[in-house]
């Protein structure tokens, strides 16, 4: 791997992480752009900073989940776009300790994730609503764009970087170790050095020399030389890039999707359009299949609750991932193409095919007759064997393909079925 992606690679390991998007916005339930939706004054928006008390916060309870889906990390909103910070800043009034909540809820957040094994992450929103420095009429997506009386208002853009380094200090200060720094994000001409990019990316550095940022300070991280700033890894939003993703030199750059598991990330109370945890098994494998991660996002209510809907896909992707784990952590894209009936991840001599598509008759590998030393279910180590079925010489692909028979009309398991294959050696 190129040196400049190492201090990534835990990270890229560990494949599965969680995401979290929690804030005032959980309390008016219509997703975490509701301010800018609905061009909600500071004012209306007001009341829900005043009556935030999630009395049902409990980030073990929270971890746990993670722990049990096979989350390996988690990256939580300390600010939004809203400016609300959940964590006690000294640099402003509009955090969580002033609200009915009463305490620094990151802080919490920090020392349950710890607990339970997790590297931590967290989210901060270069954008603000709320700072009064921060550009407001003619934004693109500001509340208050369009709004006549927010014209002639005088914003002094460096006293809102004062403010926003200060605070990426105090959360790089404040909280012991911290894995992931995920900006969210640069448009326009809002990217790079308007945020005094390479001055705060060294900062960082220096609080934290091991800490692994994303890629929307702005720069390309795709440059054959990107800017010191461009980040550590390429960050697509509610996509799994189709090929992965390699920089202009043809080199693998560290990627994350980051996906919704319904159509918001904040709290929606009435958006049930969840996606399956099939469909998030598969995403996953996905992921992995081309050298990314999955970062799969809830949004706790304004209590502080995941909803139960969204617990559940977390619970049943556990449950597979408990046995078909090995074939996600620490393995990525394979040296063979996409299989019609499904994906491969490898590592090193370990290949998986996942089966997705069982067809009929036996599964097929081309380019592997007579490099498969052991071939296993992975989840329960049941062996299989691997069979040419009678007249199949007579197929022109035998030359170079292998054949395993798997039983029955229905794959051992519908989410996804893997098969653990050992070869002879490395391919
Ligand atoms: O924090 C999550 C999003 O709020 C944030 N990034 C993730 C991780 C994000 N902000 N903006 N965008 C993503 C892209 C912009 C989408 C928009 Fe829209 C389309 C803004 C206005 C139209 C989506 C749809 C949000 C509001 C309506």
Known sequence: MNPRFERTATLMNDRFGLFIHWGLYAIPARGEWV???????????????EEFNPTLYDPRAWAKAAKA?????????????DGFCLFDSELTDYKATNTPAGRDLIREYVDAFREEGLQVGFYYSLIDWYH????AFGDRQHPMRAEESYKNREE??????????????????????????????SYDDMTGEKWRATELIRMIRSLQPDIVID????GNIMAAEPEEYAGDFFSPEQIIPPRGIVNDLGEPIPWEACITLNDHWGYHATDKNY??????????VECVSKNGNLLLNVGPDAKGEIPKESLAILSVVGEWLRRNGDSIYGCGIAALPKPEWGRYTQKGNKLYAHIFDRGIGPIYFQGLKGKIKKARLLSDGSELHVETPWMADQYSDTDSGAFIHLAGGDLPDELDTVIELELTEEI
Do not use: C
């Open 69 to 81: 889906a096979g989350q390996r990390y988690a990256v939580l909103t300390t600010k939004h776009h």
């Open 132 to 135: 009064s420095d921060y550009p």
């Open 275 to 284: 996606k399956s945890p099939r469909q998030v098994i598969r995403a996953l």
């Open 215 to 218: 890629n929307r300070l702005g």
């Open 156 to 185: 002094q853009f460096d006293r809102y970087l004062e403010y926003m380094h200060g605070q990426v200090r105090e959360l790089l200060t404040n909280y012991g170790k911290i894995d992931i720094m995920w900006f969210d994000f």
């Open 35 to 49: 301010r800018s939706q609905e061009r909600i004054t500071n004012e209306q928006y007001q009341a829900y900073f």
